[in-house]
């Protein structure tokens, strides 16, 4: 009998995030979209609960972890949580094959939108940009945001908060992600993640949508640097103060 595990877990909870996550910003953006035009509160909302069902998608296939995110696993793994820098190797592989495929069904979801959509709205589907580029401002703002959200995700779980109910954490994960877009995501588009924005733009890149710009891959370092600069940071304060 086949057995899930975290690889499988963290694979499929990261798709779920992307489907539901770049489903909602093609519902918005997307020509002749039911939601087309509709604004920031339904990006943080759609984005929330994206990470809220791919964590439980995670769990119920055998992911204690349900990280969704590369840089959440290398701040954990550096915590001690992983057994090795190989299985979290394995683990961020999973999430990067996941993220592409979320993309891949988001771009079949919305196969018959593609065609006179804005290339640029096209790629927004898909992978973030800044509101204003300025690369070394950019990747601050994704360090501040991916600082914030492993060190509150760390404190959810700590032993100073003590949750005792199965399951009640992932709901204030979706409060933090809910409230991270709501505050800091207005720069960048708060990626947090590589998984959720290099992964569905490579997916971009190779698809063939028709009248499709480029990848932005001047761009693409940002929300993967960026998030990983925060995360180690997160880790060292979370260490020092003795959340983990």
Known sequence: MFTPGPVLGEFFGTLV??????????????????????????????????????????????SAQAD??????????LAGVYGSWGEAFGVIVAQMIGGFCGGVVVWLAYLNHWKGSDPDAQLGVFCTAPG????????????????????????????GVGLTTPGLGTFFVVGIIYGLGAALGGPTGYALNPA?????????????????????????????????????????????????
């Open 17 to 62: 995030l992307v489907v539901f996550g770049d489903g909602n910003v093609a519902n918005l953006v997307l020509k002749d979209a039911k939601a087309n035009g509709s604004n920031w509160v339904h990006i943080c909302w759609g984005w929330a609960w994206a990470v809220g069902l791919g964590v439980f998608a995670a769990n119920a296939l055998g």
């Open 196 to 244: 959720r924005d290099l992964s569905p733009r490579i997916a971009h890149f190779v698809l063939p949508i028709p009248g499709k710009r480029d990848s932005d891959w001047g761009y693409s370092w940002v929300p993967v640097v960026g998030p990983l600069v925060g995360a180690v940071c997160a880790y060292f304060f979370c260490h020092a103060v003795g959340i983990m």
């Open 68 to 77: 969704l995110n590369p840089v959440v696993t290398v701040a954990k793994t």
């Open 132 to 159: 204003n580029r300025n690369l070394p401002c950019n990747c601050l703002t994704e360090a501040i945001a991916t600082f914030f959200l492993v060190t509150l995700i760390m404190s959810v779980f700590s032993k």
